[in-house]
């Protein structure tokens, strides 16, 4: 009798409940403290690179692509997308590790189409935040008032003006969760 060995298989389907576990922890901690934490990130990167490596040596299709560097040109791509917005202060350096910890999970093209969403999901998430905190109506109200002032100043009154930023930061991981799953769901093509 002749046994056969199955060797334990790894599948996408594992891949992308990784990823989905980890975004979810990302998005409650961002709801909680405005904060992703590093072991949070640092421990999703390692996982998206043991479960691409497992899958290659299994002779299966990794989510991320065919190839063993294709994890990491993935984060460097979903990283580097986010770096921009880091940079001009408008998402933290969480967001930018997170996103390029999805880049590990998924590979470089789907990183950059999911940046896309991401985007697009940020702005939305933005919209909302304003209207439900009241920050639009601050918003407009510091703008009436500043424009007011440079008018002023222009007829040479001198008018100190001091405006305050009350807005409170966006849990930007929610828009990158969301942007994940609608480039899973809808990938770009060319």
Same mark, same amino acid.
């Given at each position: 009798m002749k046994h056969e060995c199955k060797s334990m298989t790894?599948?996408? =389907? #594992?891949s992308l409940a990784g990823l989905a576990t980890?975004?979810?922890?990302?998005?409650v901690s961002d709801l909680r403290s405005r904060r992703i934490p590093n072991e949070l990130v640092?421990?999703?990167l390692l996982l998206a690179l043991g479960q691409h490596a497992a899958m290659l040596l299994a002779g299966q299709a990794p989510l991320a692509g065919a190839h063993a560097w294709s994890p990491l040109a993935? =984060? #460097?791509?979903g990283g580097a997308a986010l770096l921009p917005l880091y940079l001009l202060r408008a998402s933290g350096a969480g967001d930018v590790k997170l996103m390029a910890t999805?880049?590990?999970f998924v590979g470089a093209a789907a990183a950059l189409t999911a940046a896309l969403y991401t985007l697009l999901a940020g702005g939305v998430l933005a919209l909302l935040w304003m209207v439900g905190h009241a920050v639009a109506t601050r918003t407009l109200d510091k703008l009436r008032w500043r424009v007011t002032g440079w008018l002023l100043r222009l007829q040479g009154v001198p008018v100190p003006l001091a405006l305050h930023d009350g807005a409170r930061g966006l849990p930007?991981?929610?828009a990158i969760a969301?942007?994940?799953v609608a480039a899973?769901?809808?990938?770009?093509?060319?």
């Amino acid at each position: 009798m002749k046994h056969e060995c199955k060797s334990m298989t790894m599948s996408p =389907a #594992l891949s992308l409940a990784g990823l989905a576990t980890l975004l979810a922890l990302a998005v409650v901690s961002d709801l909680r403290s405005r904060r992703i934490p590093n072991e949070l990130v640092l421990t999703g990167l390692l996982l998206a690179l043991g479960q691409h490596a497992a899958m290659l040596l299994a002779g299966q299709a990794p989510l991320a692509g065919a190839h063993a560097w294709s994890p990491l040109a993935g =984060a #460097l791509a979903g990283g580097a997308a986010l770096l921009p917005l880091y940079l001009l202060r408008a998402s933290g350096a969480g967001d930018v590790k997170l996103m390029a910890t999805v880049g590990a999970f998924v590979g470089a093209a789907a990183a950059l189409t999911a940046a896309l969403y991401t985007l697009l999901a940020g702005g939305v998430l933005a919209l909302l935040w304003m209207v439900g905190h009241a920050v639009a109506t601050r918003t407009l109200d510091k703008l009436r008032w500043r424009v007011t002032g440079w008018l002023l100043r222009l007829q040479g009154v001198p008018v100190p003006l001091a405006l305050h930023d009350g807005a409170r930061g966006l849990p930007y991981a929610v828009a990158i969760a969301a942007g994940t799953v609608a480039a899973l769901l809808w990938p770009l093509r060319p």
